[in-house]
C-alpha cells in the first residue's frame, strides 16, 4: 500500500518560510519524479515545482521560482519545499504526488501524469 504524507504546513506571517515534507513509502524512489502541487479555496488544483528522480532537474512555477525550492533525500525516500518569502496568495492546501517514469521522462508541470498522492498539508500566510 502506497503511502505519501505531508507534514510541516502550518501559519505563517507575510515574508515568512516554511517547509513542508512529503515522506512516502514508494520502493525505488529514485524512479519516480515528485511534485508539488495545491489548491486554494475555490481554485482549481495547481502546479508548483517538481524534481526529477536523481534531483538533477526541477521546474517550478512562475509564482513562487525564487522563493520556492523543491529537494529530495532519497535515503529517506522523501520530498521536500522550502518556502520563503511567502505571500497571503500562497495559502492553500499543498499536495506531494509521484509520477512513476524510470529515468525515462523529465519531471511533469501535468498532474494527470502523477499516479499517487497524498492527503495534503495546509498553509495558511497571513498579511
Known amino acids: 500500500h502506497v503511502q505519501l504524507v505531508e507534514s510541516g504546513g502550518g501559519l505563517v506571517q507575510a515574508g515568512g518560510s516554511l517547509r513542508v515534507a512529503c515522506a512516502t513509502s514508494?520502493?525505488?524512489?529514485?524512479?519516480?519524479?515528485m511534485g508539488w502541487f495545491r489548491q486554494a479555496p475555490g481554485k482549481d488544483r495547481a502546479f508548483v515545482a517538481t524534481i526529477s528522480g536523481n534531483g538533477g532537474s526541477t521546474v517550478y512555477a512562475d509564482s513562487v521560482k525564487g522563493r520556492f525550492t523543491i529537494s529530495r533525500d532519497n535515503a529517506k525516500t522523501t520530498v521536500y519545499l522550502q518556502m520563503n518569502s511567502l505571500k497571503p496568495e500562497d495559502t492553500a492546501v499543498y499536495y506531494c504526488a509521484a509520477d512513476f517514469q524510470l529515468g525515462k521522462r523529465p519531471p511533469t508541470t501535468d498532474a494527470r501524469r502523477y499516479n499517487y498522492w497524498g492527503q495534503g498539508t495546509q498553509v495558511t500566510v497571513s498579511s
Open positions: 514508494l520502493r525505488n524512489f529514485s524512479f519516480y519524479n
